[in-house]
């Protein structure tokens, strides 16, 4: 099956400082999401981006579907920002299922 | 608020009980999923109905039997649970995983399950 690969697996920023994450997956897609999952466990929609690059405030993301991998740019990062990030793909005629990455545990220091 | 809800939010259970979780969506969405999280793991697929019909069942246990009434409703009945189980039981839903107009999913709080 598809496998996606996150990287890095923990990142630790101070305040104010920004960050790449990276997404790697190994085969084709129809779409690509960016999940923030809160301490509490709730997963919040960042991004919904199959190709191309969208900016929401102050995050941002590109998906090269033909190189098979995303970044998630995060800038001026805010301690509010602390959490794991996931991207998650949609396999073609995977019946819509979304298969996820690792994550990317993020901690940003006041 | 992702206009799915859960409930309830935790649930404590010992292995001979049965309970059920619950989830709504507000969203006008067809298709509907299970996913299980445990404890520092990414999210695995459980279940996934589409228009009210079961179209994956990713290899999971008896012991979890899933049911979907309407479009709007998703349960997930639970009996004879393992300590290995405990973990945060997560609803989403999404237009229709066969539209054209792509497959967005929304996720609910969770329901954060312990069985003792």
């Known amino acids: 099956g598809i496998q996606v690969e996150q990287s890095p697996p923990d990142l630790i920023l101070q305040e104010g400082a920004n960050s790449t994450l990276r997404c790697n997956f190994s085969?084709?897609?129809?779409?690509l999401q960016w999940f923030h999952q809160n301490p509490w466990g709730q997963l919040i929609n960042l991004f919904y981006?199959?190709?191309g690059t969208k900016q929401n405030g102050r995050l941002s993301a590109t998906t090269v579907a033909t190189e098979r991998y995303s970044l998630l740019y995060i800038s001026s990062s805010q301690t509010t920002d602390s959490g794991v990030y996931f991207c998650?793909?949609?396999?073609?005629?995977?019946?819509?299922?979304?298969?996820f990455g690792q994550g990317t545990e993020l901690s940003v220091k006041p | 608020e992702t206009g799915v809800t859960q409930t309830p939010r935790h649930l404590v259970m010992g292995m001979t009980n049965k309970k059920s979780l619950k989830c709504e969506q507000h969203l006008g969405h067809n298709a509907m999923y299970w996913y299980k999280q445990s404890a520092k793991k990414p999210l695995e697929l459980m279940f996934v109905?589409?228009?009210?019909?079961?179209?994956e069942n990713n290899s999971v246990p008896s012991r979890f039997s899933p049911e979907c009434p309407n479009s709007s409703h998703l349960f997930l009945h639970l009996h004879t649970l393992q300590p290995e189980d405990s973990a945060l039981y997560l609803c989403a839903s999404s237009q229709n995983f066969l539209s054209r107009f792509g497959n967005e999913q929304f996720f609910g709080p969770g329901t954060r399950l312990t069985v003792l």
């Open positions: 085969d084709s897609v129809n779409n």
């Open positions: 109905y589409n228009f009210k019909e079961q179209t």
């Open positions: 981006i199959p190709s």
């Open positions: 998650a793909v949609d396999p073609y005629n995977q019946g819509g299922k979304l298969i």
